[in-house]
């Protein structure tokens, strides 16, 4: 299957705790994105990169979070000193850049922090 | 703050009848994209519309992009069990970036 992966699908975590997820995009495409998508509510988008450089990021992103596309393949979210508010679900996508896009969405990793 | 209304949130109903899912905004944007998404897994890409009136057909879907650009619909014609799910539509502003509804979430009894 060549579909988006993440890593992991679940993450328990504590209060105060640092946490990181891995995306792997569809092999071509040059363009990734990451979204949170909270109970009862659509996706928000976080931020994307082309390629190895980061673009554009949400107000939502605080400095806690960071993201990173090292070589333009896999991406990586680390989320800070974890907050009660940050539990959701984190849904990262890719897509091939052009004039309409379809952004494919990976199966997400569900975040709880208690 | 969401840019995209949809309504209704939640919708029942039984397997046969006909219902119609709104996304209202009071932005323009450069397409629309209807999505579902089955519990724990990510949203999959059901339709793009582009053009202003922009009509188009999936087996028993039909989806319409407004003539502004602003809003969109999904209708259903007998509806099955299978078409249980979470419906989003999203709008796409600038480099691609999605802008979501907070979805409909439809049940379809038997």
């Known amino acids: 299957d060549t579909g988006v992966s993440q890593d992991p699908r679940h993450k328990i975590t504590k209060r105060g705790q640092n946490v990181t997820f891995r995306c792997d995009p569809i092999?071509?495409?040059?363009?990734l994105y990451w979204y949170r998508q909270t109970l009862g509510q659509g996706p928000e988008f976080l931020t994307y990169?082309?390629?190895?450089?980061?673009?554009?990021k949400s107000r939502l992103l605080s400095d806690r979070f960071s993201a990173e596309r090292p070589k333009g393949s896999f991406s990586t979210l680390e989320i800070q000193r974890t907050e009660q508010g940050d539990s959701a679900m984190y849904l990262c996508?890719?897509?091939?850049?052009?004039?309409?896009?379809?952004?494919?969405f990976g199966p997400g990793t569900r975040l709880l922090v208690l | 703050t969401q840019l995209l209304e949809q309504s209704p949130q939640f919708l029942s109903i039984q397997e046969g009848e006909n219902l119609t899912v709104y996304c209202n905004s009071s932005?323009?944007?450069?397409?629309l994209q209807w999505y579902r998404q089955e519990p724990g897994e990510g949203p999959v890409l059901l339709v793009t519309?582009?053009?202003?009136?922009e009509v188009k057909k999936l087996k028993r879907l039909t989806f319409q992009f407004g003539d502004a650009r602003k809003d969109s619909s999904l209708h259903i014609t007998a509806a099955q069990p299978g078409d249980t799910g979470l419906y989003l539509c999203?709008?796409?502003?600038?480099?691609?970036?999605?802008?979501f509804g907070q979805g409909t979430r439809l049940t379809i009894n038997p």
């Open positions: 996508a890719s897509s091939l850049a052009g004039l309409v896009e379809t952004q494919y």
């Open positions: 932005s323009v944007f450069s397409s």
């Open positions: 092999s071509e495409h040059n363009r």
């Open positions: 999203a709008g796409v502003q600038g480099a691609q970036k999605l802008v």
């Open positions: 990169f082309q390629n190895e450089a980061q673009l554009e």
């Open positions: 519309v582009v053009t202003g009136g």
